[in-house]
C-alpha cells in the first residue's frame, strides 16, 4: 500500500514541478510589466500551450498536470472563499448593485443564446459569460471543474475575457473622459463590465484615484457573484448528470442503483462555500487573508499553466473564430447595459 503510493506521488512530481515553474515565470513577466495588459494566469496557460507539442510526446508529465489542473486548481477554490466576505456588499451600496443585476443576465441571458446562434457548446458558452461577467480567470477557473468543462473551453475562455481586457485599459478612460462621467460613476462603469481584478484597478486608476477605489470595491463585491453562479451550475450539472443515469438505465430500479449523488457531487463547492462563510462572521486578520488570496492566486497560475499544458493550439482551431466573437459581443453588450443602466438611475 505505501509502495503503492510512494509510485502516484513520484509520478505526480514531473508535471507538477513543470506547471510551478511555468507560474513562477508568468508572474515574473507579469511583475515586468509597466501596467496590467495581460494576467500571469493568462501568461502561463500561454506558455503551456507553446510546450504543449513537446510535453504530450512523452507520458512522465501527464500525471503531475492532470493532479495540477484539477485537484490543485480545487484546492486553490476553496482559498479563495476565504477572501469573499459577503459583509462588502453593504459597504458598496445599492447603486452599484443594481447595475450588476443587470450585466449579470445580460452575461448569462444573452449569452445562452449567442453560444446557441454561434453553435458553441453550453460549457464554452457559459464559461465566457462566467469571465465576463463576474470576475474573469478566477470565475473561469472556480466553475470549469464545477461542469467539468475540457482544458480547451477553459483557455479559449481566458483567451476571449483577456483580449477584451487588454483593451479596456485604453479604451475605457478614454470613454469616460467624452462622456464626461464622475469618478463614482467611472467606477461603477468600470467595476461592473472590466473583467479581470487587476484590470479593473488598472482601469480605474487611469481615470482617477477616486474612481479606482470606486472600482476596486464594486469588483470585490462583483466577484461574490462567484458564490451563488457555482452553485447554480452545480445543481445544472448534477440533473444533467442524473438525466445520463435515466437515459442510460433500463428501469428505475437500475437509476437508483446506478445513479451515485455522492459520487459526481463536486464537494471542494462546499469548502468553498465554508471559508466564504467564516470570512463573513469572523473576523479574520488581514495579513491571513492576503496570504490565502496569494496563496489561491499563485495556485490558479499553476492549474492553468497545467491546462495550458494540455491543450494544443491545432485542437483550439477547430472552433475557429466563434469563440472570440462570443466574448466580444457579451462584452460590447455589458459595457453598453452598465452604461444605460447607469444613465437611467442618474448616476452618470
Request: with cysteine; proline share 2%; glycine share 8%.
Amino acid at each position: 500500500m505505501m509502495k503503492t503510493l510512494c509510485i502516484k506521488f513520484v509520478k505526480l512530481i514531473p508535471g507538477t514541478v513543470l506547471s510551478v515553474l511555468i507560474a513562477v515565470i508568468a508572474c515574473f513577466l507579469e511583475s515586468l510589466l509597466p501596467i496590467h495588459l495581460i494576467g500571469a494566469a493568462v501568461i502561463a496557460m500561454f506558455i503551456g500551450m507553446l510546450l504543449n507539442m513537446w510535453t504530450r510526446r512523452t507520458a512522465v508529465f501527464s500525471s503531475g498536470i492532470k493532479f495540477t489542473s484539477k485537484k490543485l486548481l480545487k484546492f486553490a477554490i476553496i482559498l479563495l472563499g476565504l477572501s469573499l466576505n459577503i459583509k462588502t456588499i453593504l459597504t458598496v451600496g445599492r447603486m452599484s448593485l443594481t447595475v450588476m443585476i443587470f450585466t449579470l443576465l445580460t452575461c448569462f441571458g444573452g449569452g445562452y443564446f449567442i453560444g446557441k446562434a454561434l453553435g458553441l457548446n453550453w460549457k464554452l458558452s457559459n464559461l465566457i459569460s462566467a469571465g465576463t461577467g463576474i470576475c474573469g480567470g478566477s470565475a473561469i477557473a472556480a466553475i470549469a471543474p464545477t461542469i467539468d468543462a475540457e482544458d480547451r473551453d477553459v483557455a479559449y475562455a481566458m483567451s476571449a475575457t483577456f483580449l477584451f481586457d487588454m483593451a479596456m485599459i485604453v479604451l475605457f478612460p478614454i470613454m469616460g473622459r467624452a462622456l464626461g462621467m464622475t469618478d463614482q460613476a467611472f467606477g461603477i462603469w468600470a467595476g461592473t463590465a472590466v473583467n479581470d481584478t487587476s484590470s479593473v484597478v488598472a482601469t480605474g486608476y487611469a481615470f482617477s484615484e477616486a474612481a479606482g477605489d470606486f472600482a476596486t470595491m464594486v469588483k470585490l463585491t462583483r466577484t461574490l457573484a462567484i458564490i451563488p453562479t457555482v452553485i447554480v451550475f452545480a445543481l445544472i450539472q448534477l440533473r444533467l448528470k442524473r438525466k445520463e443515469a435515466v437515459e442510460a438505465a433500463k428501469n428505475s430500479s437500475e437509476v437508483k442503483m446506478n445513479f451515485k449523488f455522492a459520487k459526481i457531487f463536486p464537494w471542494f463547492i462546499l469548502g468553498f462555500l465554508a471559508m466564504a462563510i467564516v470570512a463573513s462572521i469572523f473576523s479574520i486578520p488581514t495579513e491571513v487573508v492576503s496570504f490565502t488570496k496569494s496563496t489561491s492566486k499563485f495556485l490558479m497560475v499553476c492549474a492553468l499553466a497545467a491546462i495550458g499544458l494540455n491543450t494544443s493550439f491545432s485542437s483550439m482551431k477547430k472552433a475557429g473564430a466563434r469563440p472570440m466573437l462570443h466574448g466580444f459581443i457579451i462584452s460590447a453588450l455589458v459595457v453598453i447595459v452598465a452604461l444605460l443602466v447607469e444613465i437611467c438611475m442618474g448616476i452618470v
